[in-house]
């Protein structure tokens, strides 16, 4: 990953990317936790989760990963195709 930098620079633009990954993340996270409780979680009587309540998470949090999953690849796909549409037109 050779730009010309030096390699304080170099470490410190390492440093940077994995610090915006993890806040990335931290997002993604939070929106999956917030959409799944706001859909599943609706009875404040008890403090334990509700076997409905747990099935409905599994489900929200398993459709969502697959999701995430299925539009990265999807996305990988169009980066791929146009990666090789530009690398024709040199």
Do not use: H
Request: hydrophobic share 35%; with cysteine; charged share 30%.
């Amino acid at each position: 990953m050779d730009q010309g930098l030096t390699a304080a620079e170099q470490r410190e633009l390492e440093a940077r990317l994995q610090k915006r990954q993890v806040k990335e993340f931290m997002n993604v996270f939070g929106n999956l936790v917030d959409t799944c409780f706001t859909a599943c979680v609706d009875d404040f009587t008890s403090k334990a989760i509700s076997s409905r309540e747990s099935g409905c998470l599994t489900r929200c949090v398993s459709k969502s990963m697959a999701t995430q999953n299925r539009l990265s690849e999807r996305f990988a796909e169009i980066n791929a195709s146009v990666t090789a549409e530009m690398q024709g037109k040199r």
